[in-house]
């Protein structure tokens, strides 16, 4: 989907307020959907289901999706009433038509992100029944809505082609939602959609919003202030931050999310005395740690030596020229700075709300937000002009920054939880192993490049980035890291079941 945006919108203004608008439903998903259902309604619903009550779990979820979407719909209509003032957060640098085209788009998106909240209540409830695969894959008919909509109306001037775009989102917002209620009604079969607050669990869901959802929200301000500073910087600035979120959200998405969405409900489940719940929630974290760190190492290695190749090969072509590759390197290679640690923060957090804890990780959240907040302006604004480079180049201080701040973040999860619950992390044997088969892979890869010299963007992806990918498993295995023997050997068990 971003491939096909960048072809057609490339970065320019409209491309720019159709990625500030857009901010609007996903913050809003990412609130509720992760902070509400994720920290204070999964670890509830999970232990009433591991308790066997399932006529209880029944009715929290029903109250727990009535409440969403009662305060959803008055959210909704209260965001498009009031869509002009809320300019100066979203995009205080945008001016004129570019200010106006924005928020037209902000208001027809706005209903979009009550159906992609409600979406997530669906993840919710099919994450604790260990059905994980149709909750990350509706999205796909989000993307499809969005991508038929660009290529059904390609000829149409930029600007009514961002609008029509909006509905397109807001159609597909829809559909995710709609294609995961049939499971969820037979999996919920005693359904009863009340906004009931009688019931102990109930409350201690609600009890458990506010920390979570103030956590939560405190991260999607950090993301506003980027968006807020980018809009700053120049034209061209919000579209490709958007474009680098497509690639380092990848490797989050993939590895950190989807480890950390798997290990809540059975972190949530566990049983048994205090020294025993520790000693399993150490172990699982523990595994977690290792097997996000194997594979968002050469990830992140990828980003800072490789990002020109890897956002080539993927979105150069059409109005997104080379000049566009390199920019947006610069910010992916930013991230980087970060990655590691914002997925295995992930990981922590979710350790602590399986322990009912909602409050530790909103104090470390909250220090993050000021961190990234003063780093930010530096490194956006200020910092450019001192160094005397070109001011666009601000965005990727945005992102490097951020990175600072997540790493400080990670730090005071781990040496908090460590002194509940024992020992965690990733070994620093092993995460000097990770790194050494990375930068091996990268220096061939390099190789390759030079070697290959000017070819197409695609075919440029496939020849160093594959081998890149392939030294990294090679090198790992020699090096005896466990994380690659097991994926061997899963690979070679459906090899021969194939």
């Excluded at 057609?8 to 913050?27: H, K, Q, V, W």
Aim: proline residues 4%; positive net charge; glycine residues 10%.
């Amino acid at each position: 989907r971003q491939r096909v945006f960048n072809g057609y919108f490339g970065l320019t203004d409209t491309a720019d307020a159709f990625a500030s608008a857009l901010r609007i439903p996903n913050f809003l998903q990412n609130l509720f959907g992760e902070g509400v259902l994720s920290a204070s309604f999964i670890p509830v619903y999970a232990r009433l289901l591991a308790e066997g009550d399932d006529e209880e779990a029944d009715r929290v979820a029903g109250a727990v999706g009535a409440i969403l979407a009662l305060s959803m719909s008055v959210l909704v209509l209260l965001g498009v009433a009031v869509t002009p003032y809320l300019m100066w957060a979203i995009a205080p640098g945008y001016e004129g038509p570019k200010r106006e085209l924005t928020i037209l788009l902000v208001r027809i998106l706005f209903p979009g992100a009550g159906l992609l909240v409600c979406s997530a209540w669906c993840l919710g409830i099919l994450n604790s029944h260990r059905k994980f695969f149709l909750s990350y894959t509706a999205p796909v008919v989000w993307n499809v809505a969005m991508i038929g909509t660009m290529w059904a109306f390609r000829h149409s001037a930029l600007n009514d082609l961002a609008v029509k775009l909006a509905w397109g989102t807001l159609l597909g917002c829809g559909l995710q939602f709609g294609v995961q209620v049939p499971v969820v009604l037979r999996l919920v079969r005693k359904l009863r959609l009340r906004p009931e607050t009688h019931s102990a669990n109930v409350r201690e869901v609600l009890k458990n919003f506010m920390p979570v959802a103030v956590s939560r929200g405190v991260v999607q301000i950090s993301a506003y202030v980027d968006q807020a500073l980018a809009s700053l910087v120049g034209e061209g600035a919000m579209a490709a931050m958007t474009t680098a979120q497509s690639i380092y959200m990848l490797p989050v998405s993939l590895f950190g999310m989807a480890v950390s969405a798997a290990e809540l409900p059975a972190m949530s489940s566990a049983v048994g005395t205090e020294t025993e719940i520790a000693d399993r929630l150490r172990r699982r974290l523990n595994a977690g740690l290792r097997q996000i760190a194997f594979f968002i190492v050469p990830s992140a290695m990828a980003f800072f030596a490789l990002g020109d190749v890897v956002t080539a090969a993927l979105y150069e072509h059409g109005k997104f020229t080379h000049q566009n590759s390199v920019y947006v390197w610069g910010i992916v290679a930013g991230s980087a700075v970060g990655l590691l640690a914002s997925t295995l923060g992930r990981l922590y957090a979710s350790t602590y709300y399986a322990l009912r804890d909602t409050r530790t990780p909103l104090r470390y959240a909250s220090l993050r937000v000021a961190l990234t907040v003063g780093l930010g302006y530096v490194c956006a604004l200020p910092l450019p002009r001192w160094l005397g480079i070109d001011p666009h180049w601000g965005a990727a201080g945005l992102t490097a920054s951020a990175g600072v701040a997540g790493w400080v973040e990670f730090t005071l999860l781990r040496r908090t939880l460590n002194a509940r619950i024992g020992a965690t992390g990733v070994p620093a044997g092993l995460v000097g192993r990770l790194w050494g088969a990375a930068a091996v892979g990268a220096a061939a890869a390099w190789g390759i490049k030079f070697a290959i010299g000017a070819t197409g963007p695609i075919a440029s992806g496939i020849f160093i980035l594959v081998p890149y990918g392939l030294v990294y498993f090679g090198v790992t295995y020699l090096l005896r890291v466990k994380e690659c023997g097991a994926l061997f050997d899963r690979l070679a068990r459906f090899r021969r079941g194939a």
